[in-house]
């Protein structure tokens, strides 16, 4: 006998449901019944399933996050915007933001599924098939703000972490966004033509906030913004 999860709710009550969380009003005959249904369960009643909602769930999550990262944050280097939007996006991610908003209580499914799988990787999904459903009956700007507002702070506070890794795009950043001018000038150059060392200050307008050395340009550049960054975000 196949066990099935369905929570036993009316369509009235999962559009009461969706209304309120993503701010909008679907109507009875919407795709969001469909977004809330399993392959599993789909087959075992022969009803369409969520999987291609989430596909496009899925494109409509990724552009949003690469485009907020892109605008939000020029400075940045396409290896930090891949490495942040790999985590947000990540099943671990999406699937924390399911469990916390409470759709994984609505979600249609052969329980049998979640004894063999992986039940995070089924709540991902069903987050990405809802947001599908809001792409093509709301909107791109719609789907778009809703993604912003579940995932901004989130992003915001991994650049920010990831920014204490790189001194140097935080200086420029925080100058950048105070209107003052940064440069990094060199103080020495010492040892054997082979094995040399620098040692480059940091410049602010005029103002020096920290020195560091290393074999090359970019590591003393580094090593000198990362002793200048604490004190000249103190200074205003």
Do not use: W
């Not at 399911?98 to 049998?112: A, C, I, V």
Request: charged share 25%; net charge positive; hydrophobic share 35%.
């Amino acid at each position: 006998m196949i066990e099935t999860h369905s929570n036993d709710y009316t369509n009235a009550e999962l559009t009461d449901f969706c209304n309120k969380i993503y701010k909008c009003h679907f109507s009875g005959k919407s795709m969001i019944f469909q977004a809330f249904t399993h392959s599993s369960y789909a087959n075992d009643h022969r009803i369409g399933d969520n999987e291609r909602l989430e596909f496009l769930g899925d494109s409509v999550l990724g552009f949003t996050v690469a485009t907020y990262l892109y605008k939000t944050y020029p400075l940045k280097n396409e290896g930090t915007y891949s490495k942040i939007k790999s985590n947000v996006v990540s099943t671990e991610s999406l699937a924390e933001i399911t469990e916390k908003l409470g759709l994984h209580n609505y979600l249609k499914y052969n329980s049998n599924s979640i004894k063999c799988g992986n039940p995070k990787k089924l709540h991902a999904n069903l987050f990405e098939a809802c947001l599908g459903v809001l792409y093509l009956e709301k909107g791109f700007a719609k789907a778009e703000s809703f993604v912003l507002s579940v995932l901004k702070t989130k992003i915001d506070k991994m650049m920010e972490t990831d920014a204490i890794t790189d001194y140097k795009s935080a200086l420029q950043e925080l100058t950048q966004k105070r209107k003052q001018n940064l440069e990094f000038t060199l103080q020495s150059r010492s040892g054997p033509d082979h094995s040399p060392i620098f040692k480059y200050a940091v410049v602010i307008d005029g103002a020096v906030y920290g020195e560091g050395v290393g074999i090359n340009k970019a590591e003393a550049q580094a090593a000198a913004s990362k002793a200048s960054y604490g004190k000249y975000k103190r200074s205003k």
